[in-house]
């Protein structure tokens, strides 16, 4: 299983663009990278997932580089609701097998007026 | 946009009894997952389950923990005889084959 690693806090005011970069320099060629998001006493939402390049959807964009090594998720303007922790996941995705997610210790994100 | 949904919200049970968790994947889901969180720790896998029968389970899920799908809708996570340790956020999951997986906002387990 790919080990992630990514920043345990980050700070910003809102309306800016926040870039949190996840490290996972064991992936395998058949992993995906996914991003969730967690509040405080809620399940973790699934936010975006890619395997290569760049996919953007209507909340964020995911940028992974060629050697796929690590990967980063951009989301535009935050806003004060965007305050929560955000985990990186790496693993197999197209197999129909368990596909259990393995969560890290995530970045927890505080937006300040 | 389907959700998965989890009852009760918040339950309390005394040490030794048993409980149930109760969880409504989301309808044309095929795999299901329980996870715990621990206060202000991990998200830890506890058991994948797909085909009516289990696919992974991990280290915590021991005999005391038992899942079912007793009907086509309804997905149970069973914990025979309580301990301090289980108290926790419990969540469920599911997905549809080739699809990221879905949570509901979980149970709040409280062992007196």
């Known amino acids: 299983l790919a080990k992630t690693t990514q920043p345990i806090s980050m700070d910003s005011y809102e309306g800016q663009e926040v870039n949190i970069t996840c490290s996972h320099n064991?992936?395998?060629?058949?992993?995906?990278i996914t991003w969730y998001q967690q509040f405080p006493s809620q399940g973790p939402r699934f936010i975006i997932q890619?395997?290569?390049t760049k996919v953007t959807n209507e909340v964020a964009s995911l940028f992974i580089p060629a050697d796929r090594k690590s990967s980063t998720l951009s989301l535009p303007r935050v806003s004060l609701s965007d305050t929560a922790v955000y985990y990186c996941?790496?693993?197999?995705?197209?197999?129909?097998?368990?596909?259990?997610?393995?969560f890290g210790t995530g970045t927890r994100l505080t937006v300040i007026p | 946009e389907p959700e998965v949904t989890q009852t009760p919200s918040h339950q309390v049970t005394q040490m030794g009894q048993e409980v149930i968790l109760r969880c409504v994947p989301i309808?044309?889901?095929?795999?299901f997952y329980w996870y715990r969180q621990i206060l202000g720790q991990k998200v830890e896998f506890l058991v994948s389950?797909?085909?009516?029968?289990?696919?992974?389970k991990s280290e915590i899920f021991d005999d005391q923990f038992s899942v079912e799908r007793p009907d086509g809708s309804n997905f149970t996570l069973k914990i025979r005889s309580t301990k301090l340790e289980d108290s926790a956020m419990y969540f469920c999951?599911?997905?549809?084959?080739?699809?990221?997986?879905?949570f509901g906002d979980g149970t709040r387990l409280s062992i007196l």
């Open positions: 309808s044309n889901h095929l795999y």
């Open positions: 996941l790496v693993g197999g995705w197209g197999q129909t097998g368990a596909n259990n997610l393995f």
């Open positions: 389950f797909y085909n009516n029968e289990i696919s992974e």
């Open positions: 890619g395997y290569k």
């Open positions: 999951a599911s997905r549809h084959t080739n699809q990221p997986q879905h």
């Open positions: 064991n992936i395998a060629t058949n992993d995906y």
